[in-house]
């Protein structure tokens, strides 16, 4: 039997009922009575990427063993499962043991796939960092990468709708990297120092709203995430390393480097295009503006992935709608690969 | 004295007294009256990107030519020319006179320098096409250039607000392009042949819409424009030239050639991004919604080198609002050319 | 025991427990578990105007008739109908038969009196074409009811909402009819023949939107609905049409044939009224704001007309909200009959 | 020299130059300085339907003539008029002088060819309001035309867009009811009584909006319709016309007079459709629907009217936008006249 | 075992199984079928503040004390009571007994500290009126509770969202009007008398709306609510007392009375705020728009409170949102008590 | 002759034509031409809550002190004055005098008025600020008026709408802290103290946006301004002066610092109570709410006193619409004085 994640266990219950084992952490644990008046168990498994809530009835062993376990931690679990319509996928006949050590960390390391994807995605951004050339934009992203790196990595690039994993706004940023790289190149008057800076700070206000913690996969709700979201986080991180640079070597570069922090932070206040959907300013530069088509066009395209994936087929090709996408979504022409001159 | 494009004079204008002349053809020409009622022509004057409105007073050489002139006719105008505030710039003590056929020739063609990039710019377009891995995308696009060049090259990308200048369609295509190859790079899933195509294909309506006179500069009103709109248009000219390609040759391609139709139409009829900007379908695919944002972003692109050149400066480095940029614009941070690391 | 339809069956439910037999097609068979992991089936069964589910117990004759059953078969169901809240209507003790082909036949031809409406309302509409004054306009409407008036009869006014069933656009083109002659009458300015022509045109897209299959109930999505609309397709297919008559014996009428093709266009493109419902142009004329109000009228009346049979009553006159209507709804005020002066 | 309506002399002057007789009242008088500080005066003139402003010069006969006027005085004025751009309508070398009594009537009855136009609708609206069934409807529609019917003549449709000149409302109003009745009779399940009431009674609040005085046409602003509007005005005087009457004789009527009160005053309050609109309430039954359908329909089509009378022409039969419509107007399509089957 | 009201049951079974007393009225009493076709019993039982759903097994002592029962009546039921997640709060082994004539007006009355605050907020608002120096405005406002205050203690704020119980009209009046006397103390150019009265009156027309009966808990919908809304039934109510006084002796008061009445009648129709929200005509005055902002001050404090006591906790401090507040909401600072200067 | 302020100059001019003197500091200087090519002087002039515009013509006594004037100079303007309909406020025979040094300072202060009711708002404020309980927001504002109270006194409120002047934020400031004083009584459960000072520095980012120079009165627009808005400026501040306090005197106290940050940099964030005006979060605190109406009323009662003073009267009582006011404004009722019970 392989171990899958939660995420490959749902996708492959949807064709049929699947015999599996599963890694993941207790999200939350509950004794619950049914309408007759028999104790079950409901509880609420997650991984780096998804979740599930198993159900132990009186009369299973899993009962029993829920009786021992404790919030928080790790267990596998071995069962039946089969999808059931609006009430998702049902485990039955399951068992759960606790995770080893080792185990433990290859799970909250992440499938090895996703890991290598980061991974590597994370390189290029360090790269790209290396390679500005205003040594003040420079310096500011290295002290991000060296004080942050960590966190930066076990955040997610939004709760629901895109990237929504442990890891997931490395890979939002590095993407939009490779995007901004391009687009600077077709339009050479952009600012590619600033418009690079902008990518990787844009959302690093994310780091206290959409952070996961270090041991484990629940999302937290945060004061700070809440009374303040992450456009005026984001700027007050960047100002906080702004401030522990010693710009004395710098002293007569041009642009000034007060200039230089204003267009920055520009780039994060403006990054949602709109007031309406949470900028406290319109854009104001070309830079801004390219930052925010960068950034929607990323997150409309994992959208329209994650929905080829998930949502219901409405005919061949043919989509039920994602939210926030507008509709039904529909599955791209295929290439053409090779054929007649 | 410099022969100077209207635009240019205009330019020039704002800094103080100039003297010039100007090649131009008469877009209207009225006799009118002062309140004291001496009689005065208005001349307005349009070239390949902008207009001028002169005046003669009653009791100057530039009357008795006025009497003669007719409406498109083609003019040399030399004269001394002050920006007026709201009113614009004026003409003082100016001379008019007919263009030789050379030099009426010369100004239909446009200044040499936007010649020679909407040139360079169509040669883009004609590799980019000839370079379409689909046999069937490929023939629509070289018939559509073959057929509806000469066209196409004299169609502005708008009435107002971003490249509405002969050959602004050119211009906006081919920046597109570029735009579409480098996001088809970071995106390889996309279907860089159905975006390319569709770049080519998404403002094709305006050449009903918004296209200049073989000889003038006067954009014309048609009903074909006000009653269907560029979409609809440009939906039916794809159609149109679909049905001309004998499909024979590729009769088992994958994939199926109404697949291709549908979703190249799709493109078109989706890429204002949103029902309320004028589109009558959401957009449904990756590449609909890549299309979407590479057009936008190099309509504000133009916009924000518009308005650097002609808002209202209210500081150093800051201009009044250009419709439809949605505030004050800001001068791009300078760029860092060399420093200490 | 009365056969009735399943929008019937389900009327009656409402009152009180009712034994009924009804005719449907399976529109979908699922084998599915219960929670302590007990068998059953789900049965969907559709007719021309309405939807129910059934479940077949392990313990009940329907569920050996279940594991027999195939999609897209014809049934008949005998049983006990209760309704259950928010669940809908349920089926007890029920058996099924297939249907013969002379009840197939009668079914897929709906309930008699809604058959006879429908057949009512084409001959109006196939009269009225033939009063056309302008024979491009005559001719047109004509071929297009005899190239697709098979499938405009089986095609619904909508997915959801308002006539969302077989024959569901005949009803709505005759009632706009109705409404377009009425309101000519009204305003003798309004082009009688071009509002007539509006109507019969403006939802002709959706025979490829939310037509019905000749031998079933169940309307599909289709790339093309998706991916273009009802209007473009609906422009498509009068250009089709128009292209394959021959105009010569009325070379020259007046109005030219290409303003009336241009106008008739844009009755279809405007008919939504504003963009931001899918036209893709606003109304320009006369004609399309009236055929914009007539269509909206008639749908309105139908949403009001299904909201008293179907909504949640609150208080006596007072039905809960239907959606799209804006809020909840009140039945009319009774016609004053007769009574002293 | 003709006598002409301000209208008509404005529509022939954007031709040439007129030498024209007009009758008016005086709007406003002010005396006024050049920049250099010569005096002149200013005189705003009025009629039935439309404005026009006088400018004497000082060293004209207009001037003295000017010292001797008053506001609200009836004059005659004769000169030359042009058309001036921007600026409108300038006389030029005109002379007034006061109004004879009979002069006077003839100026505030309106030009004959309106005067019997809005006759005749007067004439509808009594015929219709005596066709109503439901004597209580019928005589409340009666009283308000014996009580307030005088001042229903005298108020326009709205202060700008449509109808807006004395009488305005008279016409609106009877178009209305004859588009009520056309509707009625195709959706015979609508209450046609309350419908025509309905329309009768939907702008009677205007009676305090937008009526004209007695002897002249100046619409005034007042207190009561600023600080209530029309729709609570209407509800009100519909309330005083209804606690007038005896319901003794109709004790045991069917419906109760109660609910024929509350569905009458719920047309009043939800015509305009939707709350945005400053409707109180949404429509909650098919006759308010219908009634806010047919109210926004003779708008439209007497903006369109009045649209290719007063807008600026783009190009054959392209006009450009008239708010509150939405975008450019076209002429409709001719009317196809005779030809062969 | 206590008696408990049935939010504060509601409350105490988020924590745990809870033993208890309730006493409230039968809403509605239906007889159901489990889906294995066993009847059971489901009792909607209301008070001042909440409902509660029972149901009764066929098995259980409860069942045949349904048999008995009928809709209105008035019980205690004892039982244990659980929470059962989305399904709400369960009731275990109850029993119901009807309740004797002085538990039942002890129930009407309201729960003792509800019926004490809202006797002292009635007080304030008597007091509040005697303290109007206008004698036309405090005349009216004393009609009105002498001829209405009844009614005005047992209707309700709002159907949903705030103030939704009997007598919440009273605490958000009072409330009001506290807030009403600060702002126009602040405000000294603020009619303070005016304000006062548009406290008052400004939901007035609710007394049609959200009334709840004299002898029960369930808000009825009525056509007057629905055909009219409260701004303008509020508008009727205040021309109604208006009427009944004789102004005689107050003949020469300044402003005068007409004026006084408009600008009370302007509070109600303007109280909304704008028109999207249902307010005929948008504020005009000082007034107006201080009145609104107390409403919604008022309204939104009430929403939090609210919101505290009932929203699911995502974190500490932190809940779910709760509409119509427009996102999750946050525990307030808590208050600093004493420290160190 | 009287000194006037230019805003009591225009007043005036609109009755008739006045002599009088003003003083004001050059704000902007142009040499232009007329039509007719004779040359004038256009110099606007500004004090602390106006500006007006002057023109030399070139034959008379001013046309050669413009001559030698300066931008940014201060002047006595001795002249005639008349209102001039749509251009403004014109100046006739006008002779200009450079101010001594103690005119300077007393232009530079402002009227004795507004600087004695600006003097007492200060005062007001440094008392409040005083009375805060809690010992880290008391030392938070008492240090914000340390270091910035000047620049606070010399900025305005807005840039148009509301408190446009020099010290306008110090009078909306002032004014809103009566009101949370008032609005904290009625509602005991808000946090006085947070509420303070939310007020004290929702609009210190403004410090950087509307700001007034110490030797002038042309507001600046600012990068600063621009790129970020005053709301992230405003937070920017507060952490600024936050960092530099010595928290361990107050290490142990309730509610954390931290918390107590948060809580105020919410109230900053969301004091514009939607997105859509610029907030980067929504409110999800009863302070944040509080807040943002108490600011709204206050914005709104200056806008209405600004009304009555600048807009059009269309009627006794009533005033064209001012923006950013939803319509046309009407006088308040006045108030009630003395009467018989």
Redesign the interface.
Same mark, same amino acid.
């Given at each position: 039997m392989d171990i899958l994640t939660i995420a490959n266990l749902k996708r492959a219950a949807t064709v049929g009922r699947v015999e599996a084992i599963i890694h993941g952490q207790v999200d939350s644990l509950t004794r *619950? #009575?049914t309408?007759d +008046?028999k104790p079950f168990w409901e509880v609420v498994l997650g991984d780096a990427e998804s979740k599930i809530t198993l159900r132990a009835w009186s009369d299973s062993p899993a009962f029993s063993e829920c009786e021992q376990m404790a919030r928080g931690e790790f267990l596998e679990v071995t069962g039946e499962f089969?999808h059931? @319509?609006a009430f998702g996928t049902?485990a039955?006949r399951w068992t759960g043991r606790r995770l080893g050590e080792n185990e433990r960390q290859a799970l909250l390391a992440g499938p090895a796939e996703l890991r290598d994807r980061q991974n590597a995605d994370y390189e290029l951004i360090t790269r790209t960092v290396e390679s500005l /050339?205003?040594?003040r934009?420079r310096t500011l992203a290295q002290n991000f990468l060296g004080d942050w790196g960590e966190r930066f990595r076990r955040t997610a690039a939004a709760r629901n709708y895109h990237h929504a994993r442990r890891g997931g706004l490395v890979e939002h940023t590095a +993407?939009m990297m490779?995007?901004a790289e391009?687009?600077a190149?077709?339009?050479p008057?952009?600012?590619r120092?600033?418009l690079i800076s902008g990518v990787l700070f844009h959302d690093c206000g994310k780091l206290w709203e959409n952070v996961l913690p270090e041991n484990g996969f629940n999302m937290?709700?945060?004061?700070?995430g #809440?009374?303040? @979201?992450h456009? =005026?986080v984001g700027?007050?991180l960047v100002?906080s390393l702004w401030r522990k640079i010693d710009f004395t070597?710098?002293a007569g570069?041009?642009?000034a480097s007060e #200039? !230089?922090r204003?267009?920055l932070?520009?780039l994060i206040?403006a990054h949602h295009g709109? *007031? +309406?959907? @949470?900028?406290?300013?319109?854009?104001?530069? =070309? #830079?801004a !503006? &390219?930052l925010h088509?960068i950034d929607?066009?990323d997150a *409309?395209?994992e959208m329209? &992935?994650a929905g080829y994936e998930t949502a219901q087929q409405? %005919?061949p /090709?043919?989509f039920e709608r994602v939210r926030p996408l507008? /509709?039904?979504? !529909?599955?791209?022409?295929?290439?053409? !690969?090779t /054929?007649? %001159?």
């Open positions: *619950k #009575e309408r +008046q089969v059931n @319509g049902d039955r /050339g205003d040594p934009l +993407q490779r995007s391009a687009i190149a077709v339009y008057r952009l600012n120092d600033l937290p709700y945060t004061e700070t #809440e009374l303040l @979201g456009i =005026p700027i007050e100002n070597p710098w570069l041009e642009p #200039e !230089v204003l267009h932070l520009h206040a709109e *007031k +309406q959907f @949470g900028s406290p300013v319109d854009p104001k530069t =070309p #830079e !503006v &390219a088509y929607n066009l *409309k395209m329209f &992935a409405l %005919a /090709g043919i507008p /509709g039904n979504i !529909v599955l791209p022409l295929a290439k053409f !690969v /054929g007649p %001159a």
